[in-house]
Structure formats: C-alpha cells, structure tokens
C-alpha cells in the first residue's frame, strides 16, 4: 500500500513555474514508477510525465516536453514535477501516481495508487 500526497500547486501568470511535490508513504518508494497526469474540467484525465523505479529514465506527453522536467528523491520518498513556462492551457489538478508494473506507462489504468490532486491556475 502506498498514500500520496501532493502539494505546491497554486495560482500563476503564463511565463511563471511552479514545483509540485509528491511525498509518497512506505519504504517501497523505489519500488515504483511514478507518473504525474492532469485534469482540465469537463476533459479526461490526460498523461504529462513519468520516471522509472531508478530515476534512469523520463518520459514527457508533447504538450510539456522542454518545459516540465520530473525527477525523483528516493531518501525523500518523493516525486517532482519542475513546471516552466507555464501557460493557461497548463490549468488543471495534477495527479500523482505510482506503478509497480515493469515499464513506465502513460495510461492512468496501469497506475494502481493515486494522490488526491492539488491544483494549478495559469493566468493569462
């Protein structure tokens, strides 16, 4: 069993970052690849960035590729999410997820535990 909590979602202008955290329970952490997703309103939840069991390898959605970079501290047990250049269409609740299959996946089915979400606004 893995809880996750996410914060340092918020309000910002396009042009501005934000570093989301993901702080993951239980000394499994490692074990896991974890993946953030995003959801608008009124749209599915949508993949933006997942990183392997030891951090070795990333993988971004088009839309964020260059302007988000995930990263990983396993003494932390957390996941991050480093958002650049943010744009208005980057609004939405951003997921945290963890997947103990042997791939990295960017579909939300293959990611057994979720976090409940933490908002991020971008103003035009």
């Known amino acids: 069993q893995v809880q996750l909590v996410e914060s340092g979602g918020g309000l910002v202008q396009a042009g501005g970052s934000l570093r989301l955290s993901c702080a993951a329970s239980?000394?499994?952490?490692?074990?896991?690849?974890m993946g953030w997703f995003r959801q608008a309103p009124g749209k599915e939840r949508e993949f933006v960035a997942a990183?392997?069991?030891?951090?070795?390898?990333?993988y971004y959605a088009d839309s964020v590729k260059g302007r988000f970079t995930i990263d990983r501290d396993d003494a932390k047990n957390t996941v991050y999410l480093q958002m650049n250049r943010l744009k208005p269409e980057d609004t939405a609740v951003y997921y945290c997820?963890?997947?103990?299959?042997?791939?990295?996946?960017?579909?939300?089915?293959?990611?057994?535990?979720w976090g409940q979400g933490t908002q991020v606004t971008v103003s035009s």
């Open positions: 990183i392997s069991r030891t951090g070795g390898t990333t």
């Open positions: 239980g000394r499994t952490f490692s074990s896991y690849a």
């Open positions: 997820a963890a997947s103990g299959g042997l791939v990295l996946p960017t579909t939300p089915s293959r990611y057994t535990y």
